[in-house]
Every structure is written in C-alpha cells, then in structure tokens.
C-alpha cells in the first residue's frame, strides 16, 4: 500500500493510475480482512476422466480426444519447465507467465499457447459451458432444454363440443404423461409391474379404464408462451380425441393470447394431490370468469354469428321435413321448449 502511495506521489502519469488502481484493490482487500494471497491459485483442479474422454474411432483406431485434454497437457508441459527453470535460472517471468496462460486456456478465459490447437479450435470450460450463444451452451441444450416428465405439447384447433373447463388430448399423448400414474394404479389394483407397462404400451382396455380414471381426478395445467397474466396458466379437465391435435372450447382462448392458425399450447400433469385439488379448486376457467384488473367477465361467446353461418350453410339436418309455425315468435318458444334444435329447418306463416 505505501509504495502505491509513493508512484501516485512521484511516478509518471502512466505509473500513477496503474498505481491508483492498485491501491483501490489493496484497500478493498485490507478493509474486507483478506489477504492478496487468497486471490492467487497455487493448484489447478483436474476433472474425472469422465468428463473429458479419449477413445478411439473406426479401424484405423483414430483418437478421439476431448479438448481439456489438449488444455491440460499444455498446463502440465508449462509447469514442468517452470520447475526446471527455476532450479537453474534466476529470472524465469516467461515461464510463470506461460504457466498462467496455460491455465486462462483450461478455464476458458484464454487461447490455447500451442497453434495446432488454436486451429483445432480446442476450447476451454468455460466456452464449452457457454457456447456461441447462450442458445448453444451446456446450460440450454442439457439443463433447460432437456425432456421433462409428465409435460407435453401440441398444436390447438377448435372444438366447441367441449365444455369451457375440458380439452381433448390426443389418446397418444394422454397415455405418455399419464403413464406413472397408470402404472401405479394397475399395481395398486394387484398387477405386477411388468404387466401393467405392458398393458400401457398395448393400449388395453384395462388400461385404457386407469386412464380414465386418473383424467377424472387428475387435470391438466396449460399455458402458452409468452405468459404475461395469470390467465395464461389456467386448468382443465382432460378429454380423448383420436385427432394427432389438442382440442380446445374457442372461448377460452383469449387468455391465452391464441387463434387456430398453428399456435401449440404446452400441457403439464400436476404430480401430487394436493396439486391437482388447487388447480381443480383455483384454476378452471369456470372458476375465473371475471378479471381481476377490469372485474368484467373475459370468457364470453362472441363468436356466435359464426356458430349461426355455420348451422345456417351445413344443412345438418336436411332429410327432415321443415316445421311450420304461425311466426317468429312461435318458433322461437318452441325451440325454449326442446322441440326444435338450431338446425331444424322451419318455415314460418305469417300472421296476415
């Protein structure tokens, strides 16, 4: 510290900021208790072969060599003529020197000190975990990215034969995720393990039963990407279709932001009990139809004309000889009584 204080007081300008910068650190370290020292490595870590194997390819037993290896014998190499150089020279900086750059290149902070490796592009740990980009480093691609249990996803299209609280899950799908809960209800029924994952993987009626069975009290969870309220997690009540697709009510897709021109909506399983009650209890849309910011209910039929154009040109039920009312107002009451459906053709006489 004091003969940092004598270079600011006397040393050229050059001299006197690197000096003030390094009575900063200095003070930073007297003031926290620790010693320059502590901020030296005097050992460098050498990870399992494991993580950094070397085996050989084809018939002419190429060598296939993880890059730490290359980094590591650079390191090793280095510190070796440090140790001669210092039984026989007095001055060996370059050796200390090469030494730390050694080690810049195992971690990563550095390029390797031997050509044939910058042009092998041997990396260190740190680029390896890293990567490119952060789309590519070991974080993504093995931790983030990496499959999960119980979790799907699959492309929406509209079906409002469905309740607001219920979607239809393709059966392949539905049998993936629900598949530990199946397993373990055919084993709690008294089937031995090997059989009920073979019942799961035929897709037997037994099965097909626990299947039901966990869908009834067990829900699904759905969100899609961006989430950016809480009506865009919400729960629902599981279905089968035979479609490759996820089936939705068109009326709730406003929360989510969604249409049907492709968008994929991500489904989770809640894997314990108490999980499932509070997304039954909580998170149903039936149990959320008024907004919390504008206290209006969001989960409305507005696309009710569509419903009409569609009944309207489909002739659904065509074979059936039309109705006759006296009016309007006749067929109107008789279709409040459940004797004429929305596609019943009718035909209306008019009071004269």
Same mark, same amino acid.
């Given at each position: 510290?004091?003969?940092?204080?004598?270079? %600011?007081?006397?040393?050229?300008?050059?001299?006197?900021?690197?000096?003030?910068?390094?009575?900063?650190?200095?003070?930073?370290?007297?003031?926290?208790?620790?010693? *320059?020292?502590?901020?030296?490595?005097?050992?460098?870590? +050498?990870?399992?072969?494991?993580?950094? *194997?070397?085996?050989?390819?084809?018939?002419?037993?190429?060598?296939?060599?993880?890059?730490?290896?290359?980094?590591?014998?650079?390191?090793?190499?280095?510190? !070796?003529?440090?140790?001669?150089?210092?039984?026989?020279?007095?001055?060996?900086?370059?050796?200390?020197? $090469?030494?730390?750059?050694?080690?810049?290149?195992?971690?990563?902070?550095?390029?390797?000190?031997?050509?044939?490796?910058?042009?092998?592009?041997?990396? @260190?740990?740190?680029?390896?975990?890293?990567?490119?980009?952060?789309?590519?480093?070991?974080? !993504?691609?093995?931790?983030?990215?990496?499959?999960?249990?119980?979790?799907?996803?699959? +492309?929406?299209?509209?079906?409002?034969?469905?309740?607001?609280?219920?979607?239809?899950?393709?059966?392949?799908?539905?049998?993936?995720?629900?598949? *530990?809960?199946?397993?373990?209800?055919?084993?709690?029924?008294?089937?031995?393990?090997?059989?009920?994952?073979?019942?799961?993987?035929?897709?037997?009626?037994? #099965?097909?039963?626990?299947?039901?069975?966990?869908?009834?009290?067990?829900? %699904?969870?759905?969100?899609?990407?961006?989430?950016?309220?809480?009506?865009? +997690?919400?729960?629902?009540?599981?279905?089968?279709?035979?479609?490759?697709?996820?089936?939705?009510?068109?009326?709730?897709?406003? @929360?989510?932001?969604?249409?049907?021109?492709?968008?994929?909506? !991500?489904?989770?399983?809640?894997?314990? *009990?108490?999980?499932?009650?509070?997304?039954?209890?909580?998170?149903?849309?039936?149990?959320?139809?008024?907004?919390? #910011? $504008?206290?209006?209910?969001?989960?409305?039929?507005?696309?009710?004309? !569509?419903?009409?154009?569609?009944?309207?040109?489909?002739?659904?039920?065509?074979?059936?000889?039309?109705?006759?009312?006296?009016?309007?107002?006749?067929?109107? #009451?008789?279709?409040?009584?459940?004797? %004429?459906?929305?596609?019943?053709?009718?035909?209306? +006489?008019?009071?004269?």
């Amino acid at each position: 510290i004091e003969q940092a204080r004598e270079d %600011i007081k006397s040393g050229r300008k050059t001299v006197r900021d690197l000096a003030v910068r390094r009575l900063g650190f200095l003070k930073s370290a007297e003031t926290t208790g620790v010693h *320059p020292k502590d901020w030296m490595l005097n050992a460098m870590p +050498v990870i399992p072969p494991s993580f950094r *194997p070397v085996s050989t390819m084809g018939p002419k037993k190429l060598p296939l060599v993880d890059n730490p290896n290359y980094l590591y014998k650079e390191l090793f190499d280095a510190n !070796q003529t440090l140790k001669e150089a210092a039984g026989a020279l007095s001055d060996y900086g370059d050796e200390r020197v $090469s030494v730390y750059n050694a080690m810049k290149a195992v971690t990563g902070l550095g390029a390797p000190s031997n050509p044939k490796n910058v042009e092998r592009n041997v990396q @260190g740990f740190l680029a390896k975990i890293f990567g490119d980009s952060p789309k590519f480093g070991t974080m !993504q691609r093995k931790l983030l990215s990496s499959t999960v249990d119980l979790v799907g996803r699959a +492309v929406i299209t509209p079906n409002s034969d469905l309740d607001m609280d219920e979607v239809a899950l393709p059966e392949e799908k539905a049998f993936e995720i629900y598949k *530990p809960f199946i397993v373990r209800g055919l084993v709690r029924r008294g089937m031995a393990r090997m059989q009920a994952l073979e019942a799961v993987e035929q897709k037997n009626k037994v #099965a097909f039963d626990e299947l039901n069975t966990q869908m009834n009290s067990r829900p %699904i969870v759905i969100n899609r990407a961006p989430v950016l309220h809480r009506y865009g +997690v919400m729960a629902f009540k599981p279905r089968l279709t035979k479609n490759k697709v996820m089936e939705v009510n068109p009326v709730i897709t406003k @929360g989510f932001g969604a249409d049907f021109d492709g968008d994929a909506m !991500q489904y989770h399983v809640p894997s314990t *009990p108490e999980a499932a009650k509070e997304a039954l209890d909580k998170m149903l849309p039936s149990k959320n139809l008024f907004s919390t #910011a $504008s206290f209006k209910a969001h989960y409305v039929p507005n696309k009710d004309y !569509q419903t009409g154009l569609y009944l309207a040109s489909s002739r659904i039920n065509n074979k059936s000889k039309p109705r006759v009312f006296r009016s309007k107002r006749d067929a109107v #009451a008789a279709y409040r009584r459940g004797e %004429i459906g929305v596609d019943t053709p009718v035909h209306i +006489v008019e009071d004269k």
